[in-house]
Antibody, heavy 117, light 109 residues
Framework: EVQLVESGGGLVQPGGSLRLSCAASGFTFSRYWMHWVRQAPGKGLEWVSR????????DYADSVRGRFTISRDNAKNTLFLQMNSLRAEDTAMFYC??????????WGQGTLVTVSS | EIVLTQSPGTLSLSPGERATLSCRASQSVYNNYVAWYQQRPGQAPRTVVYGASTRVTGIPDRFSGSGSGTDFTLTISRLEPEDFAVYYC??????????FGQGTKLEIK
């Protein structure tokens, strides 16, 4: 059974940093693209970033490019999202998702990031 | 960036009825790379269909996706109580960003 478990969310002040993790199990992690998607409270889904299977290619939404960095450790079956210069508008539930490329096939349960002073 | 517009915003139906959800793209989606996701209150999204019409393993066959080019549809043939949720379409045919529609809320009438 595919399992994706996010962690690392919490309350952070504007301008601060946070590192999210997504622990994967139940599939061969190193064969799949992985994504981060977020959802602000009461709002819709927003695609954030993706990384290819070996970590050599990354893509970002314009809203986070230059502030967020996606990476992965295939030896530890873990996906990361380093978030710097956080803003109030980054407040959201962050989901990791497994993908063949662009479509999101399996999702984690999410980790909540709150940016507030 | 491709903009996806979902309609209607809210759809009120009764269990057993047929639901038709629409997703229109601002430009043609390459290879009909459109996915549909279901999100129940307080839960993570769940993938229903990808590639416009391929149902994810474990999704009941009352769900079907169709469409091509700029117009895509998710049909639920006979609504069950657990189908009432918010549905999002997403395109992944162009270079990122992989945009989502704003969602259609399917509610019990």
């Amino acid at each position: 059974e595919v399992q994706l478990v996010e962690s690392g969310g919490g309350l952070v002040q504007p301008g601060g940093s946070l590192r999210l993790s997504c622990a994967a199990s139940g599939f061969t992690f190193s064969r799949y693209w992985m994504h981060w998607v977020r959802q602000a409270p009461g709002k819709g889904l927003e695609w954030v970033s993706r990384v290819n299977s070996d970590g050599s290619r990354t893509d970002y939404a314009d809203s986070v490019r230059g502030r967020f960095t996606i990476s992965r450790d295939n030896a530890k079956n873990t996906l990361f999202l380093q978030m710097n210069s956080l803003r109030a508008e980054d407040t959201a539930m962050f989901y990791c998702a497994k993908s063949y490329g662009g479509e999101l096939i399996d999702w984690g349960q999410g980790t909540l990031v709150t940016v507030s002073s | 960036e491709i903009v996806l517009t979902q309609s209607p915003g809210t759809l009120s139906l009764s269990p057993g009825e047929r639901a038709t959800l629409s997703c229109r793209a601002s430009q043609s989606v390459y290879n009909n790379y459109v996915a549909w996701y279901q999100q129940r209150p307080g839960q993570a999204p769940r993938t229903v269909v990808y590639g416009a019409s391929t149902r994810v393993t474990g999704i009941p066959d009352r769900f079907s996706g169709s469409g091509s080019g700029t117009d895509f549809t998710l049909t639920i043939s006979r609504l069950e109580p657990e189908d009432f949720a918010v549905y999002y379409c997403q395109q992944y045919g162009s270079l990122p960003p992989f945009t989502f529609g704003q969602g259609t809320k399917l509610e019990i009438k």
